[in-house]
C-alpha cells in the first residue's frame, strides 16, 4: 500500500503539546482534534493542508507525555503518515495503536523540503520524494502491523479478529 502527499516540515524534539496544545485536551475526537493540530507550530496548518499530506520531522518527533491525543490529531487532520529523523518511543506505539504510520528515514528528512510529494509504500519499505526522484530504503512494516494501520488501529483490528 502507497499513501502520500504533500511535505510538511518540521523540524527537532516537536513534543506532543505543539502537535495538539493541551488546551484542546477536553475531546478525543479525531475531527476537533485535527482542526487544531500543530497549530502552535502552524497557525494555519490545518486549514492548509490536504488529506494525505505527510509531516516531515526531525530528531525525536513526538517526544513529551504519553498521550495518545497526538498521533490521533494528526490522523483526525487527514496526514497519511510522519516521516522523521528519530520518534519518541512511547510516540511511535501510540502512532501504531491509533493507525496512523510512521517512518524512520533520516536520508529522506535531509532531503525532502516543504511541498515536496512525497509517497511512502509500506510493504515494500519505501521512502520516495516524487519532487526529485531521490528514494530511501526503510524496514517495511511487518504484515501484523499492516493490518493494524489497515483496520484503523488496534482496538478495531482486535474487534475484527473477534477477539
Avoid at 476537533?32 to 493542508?49: N, Q, T, V, Y
Avoid at 528515514?105 to 531521490?134: F, H, L, W, Y
Wanted: glycine share 12%.
Amino acid at each position: 500500500m502507497t499513501i502520500g502527499g504533500n511535505a510538511w516540515v518540521f523540524g527537532d524534539h516537536i513534543d506532543t503539546d505543539v502537535i495538539i496544545p493541551a488546551r484542546h485536551l477536553t475531546t478525543a475526537d479525531p475531527k476537533i482534534l485535527g482542526a487544531h493540530c500543530m497549530e502552535d507550530a502552524d497557525r494555519e496548518f490545518s486549514s492548509r493542508i490536504s488529506p494525505g499530506d505527510v509531516i516531515v520531522g526531525g530528531e525525536n518527533f513526538g517526544c513529551g507525555s504519553s498521550r495518545e491525543h497526538a498521533p490521533i490529531a494528526i490522523k483526525g487532520a487527514g496526514i497519511s503518515c510522519v516521516v522523521a529523523k528519530s520518534f519518541a518511543r512511547i510516540f511511535y506505539r501510540n502512532s501504531i495503536n491509533v493507525g496512523l504510520p510512521i517512518f524512520i528515514c533520516p536520508e529522506g528528512v535531509k532531503a525532502i523540503s516543504q511541498g515536496d510529494k512525497v509517497t511512502a509504500d509500506m510493504e515494500r519499505g519505501i521512502i520516495k520524494n516524487e519532487t526529485t526522484g531521490q528514494s530511501w530504503s526503510v524496514p517495511p512494516f511487518p504484515e501484523y502491523l499492516r493490518g493494524i494501520i489497515a483496520a484503523g488501529g488496534l482496538v478495531p483490528f482486535i474487534a475484527s479478529k473477534g477477539a
